[in-house]
């Protein structure tokens, strides 16, 4: 029997010091930006061979947070998220490749209300740094945009000027702290 070093590590998302946060058109002439408040994932790096990392993200839809009390009431209801209905959105990678240098593009499944579609993250590696707890910390950033129609979210109102009152297309960017987690024991091969 030969013992095999583990190149896998795994790091829990600190959402304190991350964000999920998008934009989307308002009225055609400016945009509105939000995020999410609460809202979990875990990143599973392999440093030997990269493309075989995962990420995944759970997201409380309720905690959808635009700075205005009445929109975000709109947007957990039935209109747009449903929010009793579909408590929680996910993302899944299902292939990781290298753009160039610390770019990669990391496609998921993206499920919203029920609809899971796949999506491809343009992804920023932004270095790896021990913090002042002894801990080991990994960053990212990454960027996307969706069409909102494709999950279902469909609401809108016709300005009589032309145009929608939102728009269709949603810009989304994380920014992502993560931390490694305690070594577990590494398994032997045969």
């Known amino acids: 029997m030969s013992t095999t070093t583990a190149t896998r590590s795994t790091w829990d998302i600190d ?3 991350s964000d999920v946060g ?3 058109r308002h009225l055609v002439i400016s945009k509105v930006r939000g995020r999410f408040d609460r809202w979990s994932g875990v990143i599973s790096l392999d440093d030997a061979r990269p493309e075989h990392s995962r990420v995944d993200v759970r997201i409380e839809t309720a905690s959808i947070d635009t700075h205005e009390p009445q929109r975000d009431a709109h947007l957990r209801s039935p209109d747009f998220f449903d ?3 579909y ?3 996910e993302f899944h990678s299902t292939h990781i490749e290298r753009a160039d240098g610390s770019r990669w593009q990391v496609t998921g499944d993206l499920t919203i209300s029920g609809v899971t579609r796949p999506v491809r993250l343009d ?3 932004l270095g790896k740094t021990k913090d002042p707890w002894g801990g080991e910390r990994v960053g990212f950033s990454a ?3 969706i069409d909102r129609r494709d999950f279902g979210l469909v609401w809108n109102q016709t300005l009589e000027t032309g145009g929608v009152v939102v728009g269709e297309k949603i810009e989304i960017g994380l920014e992502i702290e993560a931390v490694r987690r305690a070594e577990e024991p590494s398994g032997k091969a045969a």
């Open 143 to 145: 960027r996307t945009t």
């Open 123 to 125: 992804v920023e590696t």
């Open 83 to 85: 929010v009793e209905k």
């Open 15 to 17: 959402a304190v010091h």
């Open 87 to 89: 408590p929680v959105m």
């Open 22 to 24: 998008f934009t989307v």
